[in-house]
């Protein structure tokens, strides 16, 4: 039996992210972005006028003493997997909505977007495990199964290690897919598993951050308990250095995230519990769409 609550924060996601999903500007600049990485080799054939120069096979074209060009089709479905941290640093949040109930609902905007498009969906949720496999489908009720698994989901471990889903990703995608990597980043030493993970399949980092992250209030000596290794700290709030050398850390380490997923190339959007989500998920889309198109 589902609870209650369960129930009602599923049918309110489901609405809004089908709802978002189905938006002219999102579901046209998904086809482009996603649809678009799924090209196949078919065939070489002759040039012919009007043709796109840049799909020359020079090869061919050489062998043959005529023009040549490689003709590719756009396969018929992809697969999008949805690798969500849900550690213990995901249940943070200063304001109505916390970075787990944010990684939910952008998972729920990604998934019923390649749902419409009779794209598969599966999950790997992750904390310093891997914490549920839900292997790819197709369909709304499945998408509502992924939904569900990532709110009933109560984690066994509370820290932060995105190897494991990155290499489940690699263990169990076998053709070229689509992943969107969903975490607030609070963790080292998965870098070399990005890079091997995107080497082979088209990763997409959503950055979820808090204004509480950067900004802590000036309440005087607070007590603040680490969500992953449940160690209580105290920290002086009061103190302007103190604030400042806090902010200091966490955009250093942002960026430092943000440089590595530049560095292989990566697309990646970053969304706050405290904005509307819509609109950077939109950009990115478009972002990639007009990547492709070039």
Not at 148 to 169: N, S, V, W
Not at 267 to 272: E, F, G, N, Q
């Given at each position: 039996m589902i609870p209650k609550e369960i129930l009602k924060a599923l049918r309110k996601i489901e609405i809004t992210s089908s709802r978002l999903a189905n938006e002219q500007q999102l579901s046209g600049n998904y086809k482009s972005a996603i649809l678009g990485q799924g090209l196949a080799f078919q065939e070489v054939r002759p040039y012919q006028a009007g043709d796109d120069v840049r799909t020359i096979d020079w090869n061919v074209s050489a062998r043959m003493n005529e023009a040549f060009i490689k003709v590719f089709s756009e396969e018929r479905e992809m697969t999008v997997m949805l690798i969500v941290d849900v550690s213990k640093s995901e249940l943070f949040g200063s304001t109505a909505m916390s970075k787990r109930r944010l990684a939910t609902e952008v998972a729920a905007l990604c998934a019923f977007s390649a749902i419409s498009h009779n794209d598969r969906v599966g999950l790997i949720a992750t904390s310093d495990v891997v914490?549920?496999?839900?292997?790819?489908?197709?369909?709304?009720?499945?998408?509502?199964?992924?939904?569900?698994?990532?709110?009933?989901?109560?984690?066994?471990?509370?820290?932060?290690?995105?190897?494991?889903?990155?290499?489940?990703?690699?263990?169990?995608?076998k053709r070229r897919t689509i992943a969107f990597l969903i975490s607030d980043f609070m963790t080292e030493g998965y870098e070399r598993t990005l890079a091997l993970a995107s080497a082979r399949h088209d990763i997409i980092p959503i950055f979820l951050t808090d204004p509480r992250d950067l900004e802590l209030p000036n309440v005087g000596l607070a007590h603040f308990e680490d969500l992953e290794t449940g160690e209580d700290i105290v920290i002086d709030t009061s103190s302007k250095k103190v604030r400042e050398a806090i902010r200091a850390s966490v955009l250093a380490?942002?960026?430092?995230?943000?440089?590595?997923?530049?560095?292989?190339?990566?697309?990646?959007?970053?969304?706050?519990?405290?904005?509307?989500?819509?609109?950077?998920?939109?950009?990115?889309?478009?972002?990639?769409?007009?990547?492709?198109s070039r």
């Open positions: 914490e549920k496999l839900v292997p790819p489908q197709k369909g709304k009720k499945h998408g509502m199964r992924v939904l569900r698994e990532i709110l009933e989901l109560e984690p066994q471990r509370r820290g932060t290690d995105l190897r494991p889903g990155l290499e489940t990703l690699m263990h169990v995608a380490s942002r960026q430092r995230q943000l440089q590595g997923f530049r560095k292989l190339g990566l697309d990646t959007v970053t969304v706050s519990t405290a904005e509307p989500y819509f609109r950077p998920l939109r950009d990115l889309f478009a972002r990639r769409a007009k990547k492709v």
